[in-house]
């Protein structure tokens, strides 16, 4: 589904590798690697040599909106522009806030009441409102404790095969990405990937 | 009533008023003595300066003069208006910007005043097009600069939530659009202020100016609504289009944040 070829941003690269759709694919190195930059310019954010596929179709073959709407990245930071939670997510309220432990009325609540943990949780909720087809997840766990983590999980195993969708995962907890995906990477520090 | 005319002797008396105010300063040491005097240096040669310039353009009247100083007064107003951004752009895009907007609004706001509401003859007589275009210049590169700065530094301390937006499928516009806003907001305010306090809390400098070379008040009165009108209409159009400008520079041609391209 997704295919990344020759892909070089800065010191990272030139990578190529695909994930399928349905399967999800775990992303691991050291501090500095490169690990968001990689995510960053899959998305499109960052400027790169190389490209990226969707189901065949380039990027740069589609408006920048239409592929960062259907390669969703979730940033290891969130941020928030609105006072409330609730005019973040512009159709409704997500079905599945009970899964991540929040009851209907977190959205009401005022941004800068909410933890850093919180806003993690609903970033993804936010992101998965979208529906979009790619998941790039930069540490989507990482400031959870072990309870939250294993929901945001559950919710992620959910979404990857309720809508068959490709999941490009960066942690640091290998044994997290043991449990999660079906294959892993490591990157370098010279900007190189070695599959495990 | 006739203009009464200034000697050096005037002026050299108005000067020992800056030099005792400078004197008590060294006195409490607040430290600003120095650039208090170099200030009134400067005031006095600049203006001596544009003085004689003004002269030779009032004596010649052709067009090409009057164009030429129009030039000059652009070109040192984009420069002006980007050296007040902290966060300008690179490659001179920020002078560019600026220098464009304000040709566009200053320039246009100011030759239709001469052509269809003073009717001048001919419509370029220095006597209306400059002092009109530099006051339409001064305020227009205030408002510019106010409003580059705020959306270049807006964006610079916002990157996460642009790039949020833009990661969740958002155009570049609707991205910088509530920047954008803000920023021509920004630039605008001042330019409303002055309406507002127009002859209640300040009498504005201009028809200060007439009403002492002789004018009846009547008349500067409604020399200084047409020129706040013009400030407006200039102001609100150049902060626009630099702001435009600015946020089109922000993003490349697939929709990046490229906060490489400020200092």
Known sequence: M????????????????????????????????????????????????????????????????????????????????????????????????????????????????????????????????????????????????????????????????????????????????????????????????TWN | MELISLSPWDLALAALLVLAVAGCSLATRLGIARDLIIAAVRTAAQLALVGLVLEVVFARGDLIWVAAMALVMLLLAGREAAARQKRRFTGGWSFGAGTLAMFLSSFVTTILALLVIIRVRPWYEPQYAIPLLGMLLGNTMTGIALGMDRLTQGAWDRRAVVETKLALGSTADEAINDLKRESMRAGMIPMLNAMAAAGIISLPGMMTGQILAGSPPWEAVKYQILIMFLIAAGTGFGTMAAVWLGARRLFDERDRLRLDRLK
């Open chain 1, 2 to 193: 997704l295919r990344v070829e020759g892909l070089q941003v800065r010191h990272v690269g030139p990578a190529s590798f695909s994930v399928s759709a349905g399967e999800c694919v775990g992303l691991s190195g050291p501090s500095g690697s490169g690990k968001t930059l990689l995510l960053r310019a899959i998305a499109d954010l960052e400027a790169h040599d190389g490209q990226c596929l969707l189901d065949g179709t380039a990027a740069h073959a589609m408006p920048p909106s239409q592929w960062r709407g259907q390669v969703g990245y979730l940033a290891a930071e969130s941020a928030w522009w609105h006072d409330t939670v609730a005019p973040h997510f512009p159709n409704h309220t997500p079905d599945n806030l009970a899964d991540l432990g929040f009851k209907p009325e977190v959205m009401q609540w005022s941004v800068a009441r909410l933890s850093t943990g919180e806003r993690q949780r609903l970033a993804l909720l936010r992101l998965l409102a979208g529906k979009p087809r790619v998941l790039l997840l930069d540490e989507p766990t990482a400031n959870l404790d072990a309870g939250n983590s294993r929901a945001m999980e559950g919710v992620l195993a959910r979404y990857q095969s309720e809508q068959n969708a490709a999941l490009l995962w960066v942690a640091h907890d290998t044994d997290q990405l043991k449990r999660v995906a079906t294959r892993s990477t490591t990157l370098s520090t010279g900007g190189q990937l």
